[in-house]
């Protein structure tokens, strides 16, 4: 005897409906995906409601904003990997150690696509799907760290609440590696949640100086403290070109590294403009 489908299935099933577009009216809901009226009218609701479907003045249904946004996301996600992956096969190529993308979703850091290192005691503790609260991590911690201040402090409190499983963390110890981060232009994230193990990442900004994801380089600690300074520059460049194309304008990974400003207070909003670079003739430059 077939099991009844739960609740998520029976929203789905009319997600799917939706989608047919002579599917407009509860009747037509109901009759396409099996579920009787009453069902599929209260499922509508909670779609609605939720704004995964629509319903205007004539009682007509349709797809809501929030399925564009996650097909937007899920899109731009895509995209982010395919412009990453050859930077993680070239730092891997020079480095020899594990190179990662990351990305925020929903108050998480998710590794999106990871270049195993090929060197002995190589970082293989992160796999693509691996998720961890934000600033558990170098790259999820480059994320956090360059989030505008009100949403980072936010994001922080969070994080707080998640962190049973980081015994050597808490939110004050993850405010300091921020403040360092910023300081410095990138992450230096050791020992924290693997002995002798840790990461270096910068984070890749959009046009508005936001973070889309972090790019970073796990390795024992020993390595990443001897080569800090050339993995912080490959990276910067590395991050650049990801951010540039991201924008839709070229720059050649092997061109201008980057280096780090300072706006505001004296160093205390430090960020990597390797990431998001002058447009200003080379002759302004300072």
């Not at 489908?5 to 009759?31: F, G, T």
Request: glycine residues 8%.
């Amino acid at each position: 005897m077939p099991s009844r489908p739960s609740p998520v299935q029976r929203a789905l099933a009319v997600l799917r409906a939706l989608s047919d577009p002579e599917v407009r009216r509860m009747s037509d809901v109901a009759r396409a995906t099996g579920l009787d009226p009453a069902t599929a009218s209260r499922m509508l609701d909670l779609l609605v409601q939720e704004g995964f479907a629509t319903r205007d003045e004539m009682r007509r249904y349709g797809i809501g904003p929030e399925i564009f946004q996650l097909a937007d996301v899920a899109q731009r996600r895509a995209a982010l990997r395919k412009l990453a992956r050859p930077a993680l096969q070239r730092l891997v190529a020079e480095f020899g150690d594990t190179a990662v993308l990351t990305e925020a979703s929903r108050g998480e850091a998710v590794c999106s696509d990871v270049e195993p290192g090929t060197v002995p005691l190589s970082a293989n503790y992160v796999s693509v799907g691996t998720r961890r609260p934000l600033g558990v991590g170098a790259g999820s911690l480059a994320v956090l760290a360059w989030l505008p201040a009100p949403e980072r402090t936010r994001r922080l409190q969070q994080t707080s609440r998640k962190l049973a499983n980081y015994p050597r963390l808490d939110a004050a110890a993850i405010a300091a590696e921020i403040e360092a981060a910023r300081l410095r232009g990138h992450v230096m994230f050791l020992d924290w949640v693997v002995e002798g193990m840790g990461g270096i990442a910068v984070p890749i900004l959009d046009d508005q100086g936001r973070p889309i994801g972090a790019l970073s380089v796990a390795a024992q600690t020993v390595r990443l403290r001897a080569r800090e300074a050339v993995l912080a520059r490959r990276l910067r460049a590395e991050a650049s070109h990801i951010a540039s194309a991201w924008t839709g304008s070229a720059l050649s990974p092997q061109g201008e590294a980057g280096r780090v400003t300072t706006r505001g207070t004296a160093r205390g909003t430090a960020r990597v403009t390797a990431v998001r670079l002058s447009r200003r003739p080379a002759q302004q430059r300072r």
